[in-house]
């Protein structure tokens, strides 16, 4: 991690872990459901249901950093300012390209 200050979600960081443990269980039933030679269907909507709920992670944390990181930066100004705004802008063209 390139930062020295605490990351945006840190005051939510044990929210963040409990989702996070919540879809490693989700992916572990994908296993099963493919060992087990699961209806393709319902392996496939199972996996819609993975990514919906990584997808709300990654907004959470988007939020958290824009909120934390970015608005700190904006407001003092200066090349960080800039800096972290680009950064924004990068990760949230990464986020939009995989949809």
Same mark, same amino acid.
């Given at each position: 991690?390139?930062?020295?200050?605490?990351?945006?979600?840190?005051?939510?960081?044990?929210?963040v872990l409990r989702r *996070?443990? %919540?879809?490693? =269980?989700?992916?572990?039933? *994908?296993? %099963?459901?493919? =060992?087990?030679?699961?209806?393709?269907?319902?392996v496939l909507t199972q996996i819609a249901a993975v990514e919906k709920a990584l997808d709300g992670v990654a907004l959470k944390l988007l939020a958290d950093h824009t909120n934390h990181c970015v608005r700190d930066a904006v407001e003092r100004g200066g090349s960080e300012a800039d800096e972290k705004v680009g950064e924004l802008l990068a990760a949230v063209e990464r986020f939009a390209r995989t949809r």
């Open positions: 991690m390139s930062e020295t200050a605490a990351p945006g979600y840190v005051d939510d960081k044990h929210a *996070l443990s %919540r879809i490693e =269980g989700q992916v572990r039933g *994908l296993r %099963r459901m493919v =060992g087990e030679e699961a209806y393709c269907i319902d």
